[in-house]
């Protein structure tokens, strides 16, 4: 995606190597009434579907370079794991917080939940219930 991508207002494209996401604009944030009105009219908000993009791009490359998560016992380690990494920036002062590293670990966080939805529970289903 290029920085200033028509049709994805409230985010700007290109955040660091490593780093998955867009960065949200301050001034921009997709508020709970304006979702209502796309989801009342079936559409999914240009927003949404961009962090969704965001998270599945995530997933892709964790498929890459890890094995898949063999257990609900793992995946909540690995969950986990980017909790705490959230939890180091939130207990910083305001003034010291990297927001791209904040949203970085909150997008890390949902694409191994839904790892281990897929990993995981999918899979199970063909055997047993998650």
């Known amino acids: 995606m290029s920085r200033g991508e028509p049709g ?19 001034e921009d944030a997709m508020s709970p ?3 209502d009105q796309f989801e009342r009219r079936g ?9 969704l993009a965001t998270i599945g791009d995530e997933v892709k490359r ?14 909540y380690a690995v ?5 705490e990494e959230f939890w180091d920036q939130v ?12 949203r970085t670990e ?5 694409a191994m939940c839904v790892r281990t939805i897929l990993n995981v529970c999918d899979r199970a289903k063909r055997r047993t219930a998650c």
Do not use: Y
């Open 79 to 83: 969950i986990l794991e980017e909790m």
């Open 91 to 102: 207990k910083l002062r305001s003034e010291k917080r990297d927001s791209v590293a904040v």
């Open 62 to 75: 964790a498929e890459k370079l890890h094995k898949p998560i063999n257990s609900l016992h793992e995946g």
């Open 43 to 51: 559409e999914v908000p240009v927003e949404m579907k961009a962090l």
């Open 8 to 26: 994805l207002k409230g985010f700007r494209g290109g955040s660091p190597p490593g780093a998955p996401g867009l960065q949200p604009l301050e």
């Open 33 to 35: 009434e304006t979702f």
């Open 106 to 110: 909150l997008i890390q966080t949902a």
